[in-house]
């Protein structure tokens, strides 16, 4: 048994569509994959009340499975697989936020990326944290612990797996405001090994201050990708998120480098403005993404990103985009007067 969906009309003058799923309230920063039985697997926070001023908002990862197989997308609330809490915050020496996830080779599993927030002298530091999932179908728990976190490189977040086996993160330090860092890992000795920078433009209007990754650049083919990515500005006292896109593109060594980036955003918060409030109303308006989904093949329906967008750090909604409009970033996807 399952709910159906409110399913709005694409916007006006807009290449997208929302569609808000029932169970998904408080819960955001989600990884999403597709599962082998054509469902879609979701890794959530969940946070129900703001944290006070200068204290992180803690919450466990809830898992939860999404049935695409109907016209109507339903969430299947009684699927033993839904609504299971997979890590719990209670008594743990490391916090985990905003997993970000990619399928390994032939079904072997799921690798997660994690933001670990470890206390460090009277502090709280985020450092980039990897584990693995042997199936992406069925697990019970998310397990990290001092070895999965990536300390070579210093503090960091945004730890996000591409699908060759490295990662992305962006450091901390005003430095690498608009800089990710490439890297990765040897399976036999755990090293991690920096590979190169990526830097983006510091002059979009609507990512002055910072930007960072969203859900795993989607391969577009052997050497582009696609990247979804997340800028923040500031105004009037508050941090103002949107997503925007970018081409990554790679060279015959495996480099990355940004190559046409969108000028305009392809979603901010004013797309969003009746569907939900924002946790921290006074510091945020925040749109932010940790996963999505391609459905679709091209052949017997076109392929259509199913992007998992955070709204307010207080919802999750699931944002349709015809994949090709995406690509084509040379046409803009936005028509705002």
Known sequence: MGFLLEQREPLPQKDFEIIEIPGLENRFNAAAWPTTDGAIMLLAREVKNAAKEGKPDIGPLIRLKIDTRIVAVCLEDYDPMADKVVWDPEGQEILLEDPRAALLPDGAGVVLGLTAVVAEDADRIPYPAITYLNSGDEFEQIIVNQKHIVRNFGPGKNTTPLNDGTFLFRKEGDENNHRLTHFSIDENTNEARELEGIDFP?????????????????????????????????????????????????????????????????????????????????????????????????????????????????KTVMVRFPLDALVDINKPLRNDK
């Open 202 to 314: 510091s002059d979009l209007e609507w990512a002055k201050w910072r930007i960072g990754t969203a859900m795993p650049p989607i391969p577009i083919n052997d050497s582009e990708y696609l990247m979804i990515f997340h800028g923040v500005r500031r105004e009037n006292g508050k941090f103002i998120y949107s997503l925007g896109r970018a081409e990554l593109v790679k060279d015959e060594k495996g480099k990355l480098a940004v190559g046409r980036v969108d000028n305009q955003p392809v979603l901010t918060r004013n797309d969003f403005r009746s569907i939900t409030e924002e946790l921290h109303p006074g510091e945020k308006q925040v749109v932010y993404a940790c996963g999505g989904v391609i459905e679709g093949d091209n052949k017997t329906a076109p392929k259509i990103l199913n992007l998992f967008v955070n709204v307010g750090d207080s």
